[in-house]
């Protein structure tokens, strides 16, 4: 099945600094990667997905890029901001109509902004 | 309009007891999915289904079962919990077609 790697593990960063979380997948076949961040004690919550037919994708101060070659996509996070604290998931995905989208998720980044 | 509903929040099972966690959805979602979350890794699909009346297992189904007899909920059954099934469990569902899941807000379970 399919394997995504994770990198780093925790992330310090001072506040209006970017952060940047990087994740590679096995599976040439896969074609969706969403990016999920969980707050402490909360459940994950979808902050950005891209498509693999897509090369970069903006959502305000988040941008998720994706390189197909080489099997590797990273979450960017500019102007950080302490609320931006959190554990962030990367996952990849093969798209299928009769088996849904299971999702292969990494191990998570332990993100901190530092006012 | 309450999503997706997991009950109950916390739990403490002894070796060999069984229980049922439960996952209730109002979305109309036909796809739906039990992870486990165990500290330091990521969630790991235990298993999942497309319909009613259509289950399939995960990456890591051992210990567990699930049915699936309406659109709205997805039970997960431990049958003889062990100190390894001690995670947090998380129901998700979708759309499918391309779209991130939406999750509940999961499951504290304790096995000692």
């Known amino acids: 099945g399919e394997n995504v790697e994770q990198h780093p593990s925790t992330l310090s960063v001072q506040e209006g600094d970017s952060a940047v979380i990087k994740c590679t997948y096995s599976d040439s076949a896969s074609n969706y990667f969403p990016w999920y961040k969980q707050e402490l004690g909360k459940r994950p919550q979808l902050i950005i997905d891209i498509r693999s037919n897509v090369g970069e994708k903006k959502d305000q101060r988040i941008a998720v890029t994706l390189n197909k070659t080489a099997k590797h996509f990273s979450l960017h996070i500019t102007e950080t901001q302490p609320e931006d604290s959190a554990v962030y998931f990367c996952a990849a995905s093969i798209l299928k109509v009769y088996t849904g989208n299971q999702f292969y998720f990494g191990t998570g980044t332990s993100l901190t902004v530092i006012p | 309009n309450a999503g997706v509903t997991q009950t109950p929040k916390f739990r403490i099972l002894k070796i060999g007891q069984s229980m049922t966690l439960q996952c209730a959805q109002d979305?109309?979602?036909?796809?739906m999915y039990w992870y486990r979350q165990d500290p330091g890794m990521g969630l790991k699909l235990i298993y999942y289904s497309v319909g009613a009346g259509i289950t399939d297992k995960g990456e890591v189904p051992n210990g567990y079962n699930v049915s699936r007899s309406t659109t709205e909920d997805f039970p997960l059954r431990l049958e003889l919990a062990a100190p390894s099934q001690t995670s947090v469990y998380f129901c998700?569902?979708?759309?499918?077609?391309?779209?991130?899941?939406?999750f509940g807000s999961g499951t504290r379970l304790t096995v000692v």
């Open positions: 979305m109309n979602h036909n796809y």
């Open positions: 998700a569902t979708s759309t499918g077609g391309g779209y991130g899941y939406t």
